[in-house]
């Protein structure tokens, strides 16, 4: 078997602080699982792992309908999102290690609602945010000696999430020639969700021969916090909705991701596909649910490639939507209690989305 044989995808599980792919404002990880690492865990060695990972958003959707009069209109919601992600591994030996992930985030959105309005002439504007996001500090351990588990290991993780990001970022909101309004950015768009969180991991692989393997990953992030206390106002006034159904300020939910897929290797190349979930909950596990959020999930395939030098690796991967759904939040359940007809709002999703870095072992 070959020793670099890189079974279940060096990737960063979701780069922390950068969003799904749109309004559903998902945060991630950092955190790994290979072969490759686990056959190398030295207390001498380090790993650094870069990651830049790109989207737009612009697909409205209200449950699993795609709202395609948003684009006919030219009233869609656009998101561009950018991040760069840095992870530093210590491996400590005996199957532990230690991860350091600081993400550096860049958002740019564009609309017209948060501005002059839908039916406003020339209304489109952008609202942008940059910064350190949300960083976040994990220890892992293999459930075997790695050394002597060749073939397949399963990794647990558990970490903590810093509100290190700024949750209270603002930008101009353009209403016409002569109002600008100065207010907190979407909840999208924020560099962090506001919350101290925890989160738990589990990474597996397992290799059938020197060239076909199978991994997965789980991902869950607690935050206990309910709401981060910032206005979802703009720079105005809450509607008469957002105070009676609990919206006025963002809420701190949970959030969620599951991967499992294939790999093939030949020779240094490692090309891998599999299935993608990212969801954030409607309903916290601890602490309640109130507040602002876009609840949903997008189910991606997810191809890659990874390239493997002596002490590094790189990677590229782009999964793209197969499935989008934008499910009830609390609030819309509130709604569709009070007044009997059924509430939904919509969130904005991307087609696919760009992942490509690289790890050294040092």
């Known amino acids: 078997m070959k020793k670099f044989l890189v079974a279940s995808v060096l990737y960063l599980l979701l780069s922390h602080q950068a969003k799904t792919q749109g309004c559903v404002a998902i945060r991630s990880t950092g955190g790994f699982c290979t072969r490759d690492q686990a056959m190398n865990h030295d207390a001498n060695k380090w790993m650094l792992s870069i990651s830049n990972r790109y989207f737009k958003s612009f697909r409205h959707f209200v449950g699993t309908e795609e709202q395609k009069e948003r684009l006919e209109r030219g009233t869609e919601v656009i998101n561009y999102s950018y991040t760069l992600d840095l992870a530093l591994t210590r491996n400590l030996g005996k199957g532990w290690s230690m991860t350091l992930d600081v993400p550096i985030v860049n958002n740019a959105r564009s609309s017209m609602y948060e501005h002059g309005g839908n039916n406003a002439k020339n209304a489109r504007h952008y609202t942008r945010s940059f910064g350190v996001g949300d960083i976040r500090i994990a220890a892992y351990r293999w459930l075997f000696e790695p050394s002597k588990m060749k073939n397949w290991n399963i990794q647990f993780g558990l970490g903590l999430k810093l509100p290190t990001g700024d949750y209270r970022y603002q930008?101009?909101?353009?209403?016409?020639?002569?109002?600008?309004?100065?207010?907190?950015?979407?909840?999208?768009?924020?560099?962090?969700?506001?919350?101290?969180?925890?989160t738990t991991e589990i990474n597996a692989y397992y290799n059938i021969n020197s060239m076909i393997g199978f991994y997965g990953n789980f991902y869950y992030l607690f935050n206990p916090r309910e709401q981060n206390g910032v206005s979802t106002a703009r720079g105005g006034t809450p509607s008469s909705d957002a105070v009676k159904y609990g919206t006025t300020v963002m809420s701190v939910?949970?959030?969620?991701?599951?991967?499992?897929?294939?790999?093939?290797t030949i020779n240094k190349f490692t090309f891998?596909?599999?299935?993608?979930?990212?969801?954030?909950?409607?309903?916290?596990?601890?602490?309640?649910?109130?507040?602002?959020r876009r609840p949903g999930y997008i189910i991606s395939i997810e191809p890659g490639v990874n390239y493997q030098f002596k002490n590094a690796t790189l990677y590229a991967y782009g999964p793209f939507a197969v499935k989008r759904n934008r499910v009830q939040s609390n609030a819309d359940k509130l709604k569709t209690a009070a007044t009997g007809v059924y509430a939904k709002g919509d969130a904005a999703f991307a087609d696919y989305l760009i992942n490509v870095g690289c790890a050294f072992k040092f």
């Open 171 to 198: 930008d101009f909101f353009i209403k016409n020639d002569s109002t600008r309004l100065l207010g907190y950015v979407d909840q999208s768009i924020q560099l962090g969700d506001g919350g101290t969180g925890f």
């Open 253 to 264: 939910p949970d959030q969620m991701m599951i991967r499992a897929g294939a790999s093939l």
């Open 272 to 292: 891998s596909a599999g299935i993608r979930d990212e969801a954030q909950p409607s309903k916290d596990v601890i602490g309640g649910s109130m507040g602002f």
